[in-house]
């Protein structure tokens, strides 16, 4: 049956009279499904105030069949209609089909109703993406503001049910591409990519693994397309429809869509829509004269309409002088390069709202354009005086009503780009701009002392908000930081994404903390022994050893020149130095530096010192490396007991010292006890890392090592398994961690005489740590060990 004959069945099963039947067949028909209703009315001889009418009784009556029809808006009836027929001509049987969701992160747009001008760019825009792979919205001569992205957003909307892929809206101005588009496949279909394949792989694994169905990819605010998107283009598929909004003119090898200003009419039915029809009515021409003035430009439109509506008792002649008074002020600009003529009408018509504002709510707009383009935390609430806080609230009121900033949620703002710009420019003209920066730069650096070197789930949570800001004064504000306290954005952002196993995330953070170290400070600076020191310890989570050591070299003597011998960093480079040591096989070495490192502790810091702890656990860990139980069990549950009384119960270094004592317990053959330790470590990292954590991996590969030696292999098969992929997702295919689960999970196959994955794993194993760690490292010699023991006996 055709998709026209299925239509009259159809509407003969619902009842449709004549005139339902034939507005009803011809809205849902295929080729008819871009235009817009005032065309098809014309076509059906009617009014378009006839074809709404008739169409809202055909939804009434579907309604019966199809319930979720009667919670739609207006204007989303008639996808969820075409969805709910298509599945039915298309085999379904259920009258009653449930649209499964569509994933998209399209950000707000105005209420449909007050889009207006644009009916024929969406049916174009429509058109094109059905017959073209990809399409280009792009602005008459560059010009901004002229509602490219509110196009879009508004088409995706519409549209949505046309994409059961999901609709992925990407920044280009904001976040590398790539990473946005891994983060909505990765949250919105709950898949990961494996972090240590190349970008490219990674993007392929997603364009190959996305949900059925076509997809709408919207990059909005291209400026650079071979950087911005070409990299990032999923195949040639015809289920993936490619939109690009842009100020740029590309080339015709793009097909584009050339987006002018509102039409004059257009432009008075977009302020008729935000100001009171009467008021415009009594000033008509003077209304004409307003638009013509803002150049019909869709933004400029919607502020002067939004202010005119704020201030009921102002004439639009009154306005169109004021208007004409600021243009004076910027014309010999505007008239050198008249394609920025309309760029000023923005600027313009966002001054008039700036005049409404007191000196407070000024400043308050002036220090929001410091902050990154991301949700800004303003928490009024916790500003302790009473009058500063009232001050806050009412200059917040302000730029709300005057929609100079968007509410998010509670406490969360955020600011258009172009109104961030304007308040820049504003500014950069106060006498307070350098005042202001100092104190933004002194705010986030206050947030970037709080984050610890290993966050916590609430840490991680309630520091989130800030950690775009603290970017901001990272890259573009350290100038007004001192010289003390310019590492701290730079190492704390490094320790948000290390402490969460996201190592990619952290490295340029680290490294950029040299660089600007150095830049800044000079070669001889403990910051700078201070900045290779974090990134040395980065390179020993991510198994470059090779790479850490001379970095940790060079920190220690730095350290010592600069302190002098007795300093407590230069014990916590002598602790690192053996850590890596211990590490790369070399113990006899790691023991001297290890006990170097906690008896400077001892001295320094006294006995009771998280410091010390750590010491002590370090030293016990190389004790059980060698087999020297006796010397390691007093040190680990001295290290395990010093962590409870000084940091408390619940804390990743107590999770670390259960782990070791109960791995010591296993080694020794006593598994009774050391069952709850390792239950506990793995409950307690959890809980304060969340799920995705490298310690988590730690702890599930410890515990199946005590359930194979006690024998209770499905149990240690599972955990193995659980602990292998979480390795390989935060840590990457080819790092020691992952070699030594490989070994271990082959070890129990072995056993179990499963010997051809086993097989597999020790191969892989072996390969891991020979690449990494060298053929003489000790952890190589005892995979290779294990294989060729496996070898003999299989």
Same mark, same amino acid.
């Given at each position: 049956?055709?998709?026209?004959?299925?239509?009259?069945?159809?509407?003969?099963?619902?009842?449709?009279? #004549?005139?339902?039947?034939?507005?009803?067949?011809?809205?849902?028909?295929?080729?008819?499904?871009?235009?817009?209703?005032?065309?098809?009315?014309?076509?059906?001889?009617?009014?378009?105030?006839?074809?709404?009418?008739?169409?809202?009784? %055909?939804?009434?009556?579907?309604?019966?069949?199809?319930?979720?029809?009667?919670?739609?808006?207006?204007?989303?009836?008639?996808?969820?209609?075409?969805?709910?027929?298509?599945?039915?001509?298309?085999?379904?049987?259920?009258?009653?089909?449930?649209?499964?969701?569509?994933?998209?992160?399209?950000?707000?747009?105005?209420?449909?109703?007050?889009?207006?001008?644009?009916?024929?760019?969406?049916?174009?825009?429509?058109?094109?993406?059905?017959?073209?792979?990809?399409?280009?919205?792009?602005?008459?001569?560059?010009?901004?503001?002229?509602?490219?992205?509110?196009?879009?957003?508004?088409?995706?909307?519409?549209?949505?049910?046309?994409?059961?892929?999901? %609709?992925?809206?990407? !920044?280009?101005?904001?976040?590398?591409?790539?990473?946005?588009?891994?983060?909505?496949?990765?949250?919105?279909?709950?898949?990961?990519?494996?972090?240590?394949?190349? !970008?490219?792989?990674?993007?392929?694994?997603?364009?190959?693994?996305?949900?059925?169905?076509?997809?709408?990819?919207?990059?909005?605010?291209?400026?650079?397309?071979?950087?911005?998107?070409?990299?990032?283009?999923?195949?040639?598929?015809?289920?993936?429809?490619?939109?690009?909004?842009?100020?740029?003119?590309?080339?015709?090898?793009?097909?584009?869509?050339?987006?002018?200003?509102?039409?004059?009419? *257009?432009?008075?039915?977009?302020?008729?829509?935000?100001?009171?029809?009467?008021?415009?009515?009594?000033?008509?021409?003077?209304? &004409?004269?307003?638009?013509?003035?803002?150049?019909?430009? #869709?933004? *400029?439109?919607?502020?002067?309409? &939004?202010?005119?509506?704020?201030?009921?008792?102002?004439?639009?002649?009154?306005?169109?002088?004021?208007?004409?008074?600021?243009?004076?002020?910027?014309? *010999?600009?505007?008239?050198?390069?008249?394609?920025?003529?309309?760029?000023?009408?923005?600027?313009?018509?966002?001054?008039?709202?700036?005049?409404?504002?007191?000196?407070?709510?000024?400043?308050?707009?002036?220090?929001? !354009?410091?902050?990154?383009?991301?949700?800004?935390?303003?928490?009024?609430?916790?500003?302790?005086?009473?009058?500063?806080?009232?001050?806050?609230?009412?200059?917040?009121?302000?730029?709300?009503?005057?929609?100079?900033?968007?509410?998010?949620?509670?406490?969360?703002?955020?600011?258009?780009?172009?109104?961030?710009?304007?308040?820049?420019?504003?500014?950069?003209?106060?006498?307070?701009?350098?005042?202001?920066?100092?104190?933004?730069?002194?705010?986030?650096?206050?947030?970037?002392?709080?984050? #610890?070197?290993?966050?916590?789930?609430?840490?991680?949570?309630?520091?989130?908000?800030?950690?775009?800001?603290?970017?901001?004064?990272?890259?573009?504000?350290?100038?007004?930081?001192?010289?003390?306290?310019?590492?701290?954005?730079?190492?704390?952002?490094?320790?948000?994404?290390?402490?969460?196993?996201?190592?990619?995330?952290?490295?340029?953070?680290?490294?950029?903390?040299?660089?600007?170290?150095?830049?800044?400070?000079?070669?001889?600076?403990?910051?700078?022994?201070?900045?290779?020191?974090?990134?040395?310890?980065?390179?020993?989570?991510?198994?470059?050893?090779?790479?850490?050591?001379?970095?940790?070299?060079?920190?220690?003597?730095?350290?010592?020149?600069?302190?002098?011998?007795?300093?407590?960093?230069?014990?916590?480079?002598?602790?690192?130095?053996?850590?890596?040591?211990?590490?790369?096989?070399?113990?006899?070495?790691?023991?001297?530096?290890?006990?170097?490192?906690?008896?400077?502790?001892?001295?320094?810091?006294?006995?009771?010192?998280?410091?010390?702890?750590?010491?002590?656990?370090?030293?016990?860990?190389?004790?059980?490396?060698?087999?020297?139980?006796?010397?390691?069990?007093?040190?680990?549950?001295?290290?395990?007991?010093?962590?409870?009384?000084?940091?408390?119960?619940?804390?990743?270094?107590?999770?670390?010292?259960?782990?070791?004592?109960?791995?010591?317990?296993?080694?020794?053959?006593?598994?009774?006890?050391?069952?709850?330790?390792?239950?506990?470590?793995?409950?307690?990292?959890?809980?304060?890392?969340?799920?995705?954590?490298?310690?988590?991996?730690?702890?599930?590969?410890?515990?199946?090592?005590?359930?194979?030696?006690?024998?209770?292999?499905?149990?240690?098969?599972?955990?193995?398994?659980?602990?292998?992929?979480?390795?390989?997702?935060?840590?990457?295919?080819?790092?020691?961690?992952?070699?030594?689960?490989?070994?271990?999970?082959?070890?129990?196959?072995?056993?179990?005489?499963?010997?051809?994955?086993?097989?597999?794993?020790?191969?892989?194993?072996?390969?891991?740590?020979?690449?990494?760690?060298?053929?003489?490292?000790?952890?190589?010699?005892?995979?290779?060990?294990?294989?060729?023991?496996?070898?003999?006996?299989?």
């Amino acid at each position: 049956m055709q998709w026209a004959d299925f239509l009259a069945n159809e509407a003969a099963t619902n009842s449709l009279s #004549p005139e339902q039947t034939a507005a009803f067949v011809e809205r849902l028909k295929t080729e008819n499904s871009g235009k817009s209703e005032a065309k098809l009315a014309n076509e059906l001889n009617i009014s378009a105030a006839a074809l709404k009418k008739r169409m809202t009784e %055909v939804y009434d009556k579907f309604a019966q069949s199809y319930p979720e029809l009667a919670n739609s808006e207006s204007r989303g009836k008639l996808e969820k209609l075409r969805a709910c027929l298509t599945r039915k001509y298309n085999g379904g049987q259920d009258i009653h089909p449930t649209i499964k969701e569509i994933h998209h992160n399209i950000p707000p747009a105005i209420p449909f109703e007050k889009f207006v001008g644009r009916e024929a760019e969406l049916e174009n825009l429509h058109s094109s993406l059905q017959t073209s792979w990809q399409v280009a919205i792009v602005a008459v001569a560059g010009m901004g503001g002229v509602g490219k992205t509110e196009l879009a957003t508004q088409y995706a909307k519409q549209h949505l049910q046309n994409y059961q892929g999901g %609709v992925c809206w990407l !920044s280009a101005q904001s976040t590398d591409v790539g990473i946005q588009i891994l983060r909505f496949f990765e949250l919105k279909f709950n898949r990961i990519t494996p972090d240590d394949w190349e !970008s490219a792989d990674r993007l392929r694994y997603c364009w190959q693994n996305w949900q059925q169905g076509e997809v709408l990819l919207v990059f909005d605010n291209v400026t650079d397309y071979k950087k911005q998107v070409q990299p990032y283009l999923p195949p040639e598929s015809p289920r993936f429809k490619v939109l690009l909004t842009t100020r740029e003119k590309f080339d015709r090898t793009l097909p584009q869509l050339r987006l002018g200003v509102l039409k004059p009419l *257009a432009a008075m039915k977009l302020l008729k829509s935000l100001v009171d029809r009467e008021r415009l009515k009594s000033e008509p021409w003077v209304a &004409r004269e307003i638009c013509k003035f803002l150049g019909y430009l #869709p933004l *400029a439109l919607e502020l002067v309409g &939004r202010y005119l509506d704020t201030m009921p008792d102002l004439s639009l002649e009154t306005l169109l002088k004021r208007l004409e008074k600021k243009r004076l002020e910027h014309e *010999a600009i505007a008239k050198t390069n008249q394609l920025m003529h309309y760029e000023y009408g923005v600027a313009e018509a966002f001054g008039l709202s700036w005049e409404q504002l007191d000196e407070n709510a000024q400043r308050l707009g002036c220090r929001l !354009s410091l902050y990154a383009l991301a949700d800004i935390p303003l928490l009024v609430e916790t500003i302790e005086d009473d009058d500063e806080q009232e001050l806050w609230e009412k200059a917040i009121a302000q730029l709300r009503k005057l929609h100079l900033i968007q509410w998010q949620s509670k406490g969360i703002y955020r600011l258009h780009p172009l109104i961030r710009q304007f308040f820049q420019m504003k500014l950069d003209e106060s006498s307070e701009a350098d005042k202001l920066k100092t104190i933004f730069a002194a705010l986030m650096l206050e947030v970037a002392k709080q984050i #610890p070197p290993q966050p916590n789930r609430e840490d991680i949570l309630n520091l989130t908000p800030f950690i775009s800001h603290i970017a901001e004064v990272a890259i573009h504000l350290s100038q007004y930081l001192s010289d003390e306290d310019l590492i701290w954005p730079f190492t704390s952002l490094g320790w948000f994404y290390e402490g969460q196993g996201l190592y990619q995330q952290a490295e340029p953070w680290l490294q950029l903390c040299e660089k600007f170290t150095k830049n800044r400070l000079g070669l001889e600076h403990p910051h700078v022994a201070t900045s290779l020191n974090n990134l040395a310890g980065l390179y020993v989570s991510t198994g470059r050893y090779n790479e850490a050591e001379p970095l940790f070299g060079q920190a220690l003597e730095l350290r010592k020149r600069l302190l002098g011998e007795e300093h407590t960093d230069v014990a916590a480079s002598l602790n690192n130095i053996a850590e890596l040591y211990r590490l790369t096989g070399r113990y006899s070495k790691a023991e001297v530096l290890f006990k170097q490192a906690l008896e400077l502790n001892r001295r320094l810091l006294g006995e009771e010192h998280p410091d010390v702890a750590t010491n002590l656990n370090n030293l016990a860990l190389l004790y059980g490396f060698t087999q020297c139980y006796n010397k390691a069990e007093p040190l680990f549950k001295q290290a395990l007991e010093l962590s409870k009384r000084l940091l408390g119960e619940e804390h990743p270094n107590v999770a670390t010292s259960l782990n070791n004592l109960a791995e010591l317990y296993v080694s020794t053959g006593r598994y009774s006890e050391a069952e709850p330790l390792f239950e506990q470590a793995l409950e307690l990292s959890k809980r304060l890392l969340g799920e995705e954590h490298p310690d988590v991996a730690t702890s599930l590969n410890n515990l199946a090592k005590l359930y194979r030696s006690t024998g209770l292999y499905s149990k240690a098969e599972m955990l193995y398994q659980q602990g292998l992929e979480l390795s390989k997702r935060l840590l990457g295919e080819k790092h020691p961690a992952v070699a030594t689960i490989l070994n271990n999970l082959a070890e129990l196959y072995h056993f179990t005489e499963r010997y051809s994955e086993a097989e597999t794993l020790f191969q892989q194993a072996l390969a891991i740590c020979e690449q990494t760690l060298g053929v003489g490292h000790p952890d190589t010699m005892r995979v290779r060990g294990n294989y060729a023991r496996f070898l003999k006996e299989a």
